[in-house]
């Protein structure tokens, strides 16, 4: 299955439950692929004491998974991609949208 993940929420426990399922799925075969949206593409500075976002985003692509980061949202926001996160457009959501089987947002 391939699954599209779309995150737009800036509370590090969702994020860090929707890369654990990303995770899972990766290891139950599946393809994983993520887009960071709005308040979403601040994932990787959302690490608190109990919720390691960072480390889940690294595992995912460790694994095979990808991120990718709205570049309009990054530059709204004066940031860069990040470590694990490719640059992309409208036209990469448009296409996780339309070749994924199931498609989750959080």
Same mark, same amino acid.
């Given at each position: 299955?391939? !699954? /599209?993940?779309?995150?737009?929420?800036?509370?590090?426990?969702?994020?860090?439950? +929707?890369?654990?399922? @990303?995770?899972?799925?990766?290891?139950? #075969?599946?393809? =994983?692929? =993520?887009?960071?949206? #709005?308040?979403?593409?601040? &994932?990787? @500075? !959302?690490?608190?004491? &109990?919720?390691?976002?960072?480390?889940?985003?690294?595992? !995912? =692509?460790?694994? /095979? @998974?990808?991120?990718?980061?709205? @570049?309009?949202?990054?530059?709204? $926001?004066?940031?860069? +991609?990040?470590?694990?996160?490719?640059?992309?457009?409208?036209?990469?959501?448009?296409?996780?949208? $339309?070749?994924?089987?199931?498609?989750?947002?959080?």
């Amino acid at each position: 299955m391939k !699954l /599209g993940i779309i995150i737009s929420s800036n509370d590090p426990e969702t994020v860090w439950n +929707a890369f654990r399922l @990303g995770n899972f799925a990766l290891t139950r #075969g599946d393809a =994983v692929r =993520v887009f960071l949206l #709005g308040k979403g593409v601040e &994932c990787e @500075g !959302l690490d608190t004491e &109990c919720f390691a976002v960072s480390a889940a985003m690294q595992e !995912l =692509v460790a694994h /095979g @998974g990808s991120i990718d980061a709205c @570049g309009t949202c990054l530059k709204l $926001r004066h940031a860069g +991609a990040g470590e694990v996160c490719a640059l992309s457009t409208m036209q990469d959501l448009y296409e996780l949208t $339309r070749d994924a089987d199931r498609l989750l947002t959080f």
